[in-house]
């Protein structure tokens, strides 16, 4: 389970990305606590790179 809360802090890229590509290719090194988001050019998908205590989870979906 994952929960999201005030402690975090998010990161929206502004531009697009191409949701083929891994999440390897989408993020940068992370700190604790940190939510990073991408959409796609239609803003119908969106990934998440979501590092906690636990590690590093990903997160996708097709809204």
């Known amino acids: 389970m994952v ?5 975090l802090r998010y990161y929206v890229y502004e531009g ?5 590509m891994s999440f390897v ?7 604790e606590s940190d939510v990073y988001i ?5 803003r119908t998908q969106v990934k998440m ?3 906690g ?3 590093l989870r990903t997160l ?4």
Do not use: P
Not at 38 to 42: H, I, V
């Open 60 to 63: 996708s979906a097709i809204v």
């Open 3 to 7: 929960s999201f809360g005030r402690n």
């Open 53 to 55: 205590t636990s590690g």
């Open 38 to 42: 991408f959409l796609n050019r239609r």
């Open 25 to 31: 290719g989408l993020g940068r090194t992370g700190l």
């Open 49 to 51: 790179l979501v590092w």
């Open 16 to 20: 697009w990305v191409d949701m083929r």
